[in-house]
């Protein structure tokens, strides 16, 4: 078995608070919000994160970027969001598996570093 966390989550091993699936990809909630709508959309193919994005597998990024504005418009965030992934240590990332966080609900402050 798989000792990613995101992946025991698309494999029904680990519960998850679902907002949106299909065939590629798994959108839900953040377990630690740190803001009022906290959405992670992840690729249900393991890819480490975005340095480990290729020609080969990066089909599924865009598809990611096409759904989220499926998903913003569900969570009804109307007066914007952000999208961030972070990669690698420099940037926090503490799960290893690429995921996209949605955030909004509230003005988000403007310090990107
Ligand atoms: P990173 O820090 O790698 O950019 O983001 C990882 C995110 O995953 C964090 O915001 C963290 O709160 C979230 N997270 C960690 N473990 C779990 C979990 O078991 N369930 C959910 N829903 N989110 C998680
Ligand atoms: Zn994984």
Known sequence: MSECLFCKIIAGD???TKVY???LVLAFRD???QAPTHIL?????????V????KENSAVVAHIFQ???TIAAQE???NGFRVVSNCGDHA???VHHLHFHILGGKQLNLEMA
Do not use: F, M, W
């Open 67 to 69: 759904v989220i504005p």
């Open 21 to 23: 699936e299909d065939e």
């Open 76 to 78: 009804g965030l109307t």
């Open 92 to 94: 926090g990332q503490t």
């Open 31 to 33: 377990i630690a919000p």
């Open 14 to 16: 680990i519960p998850s």
């Open 51 to 54: 340095s480990a994005i290729t």
């Open 41 to 49: 959309v992840i690729p249900k193919a393991h890819i480490s994160g």
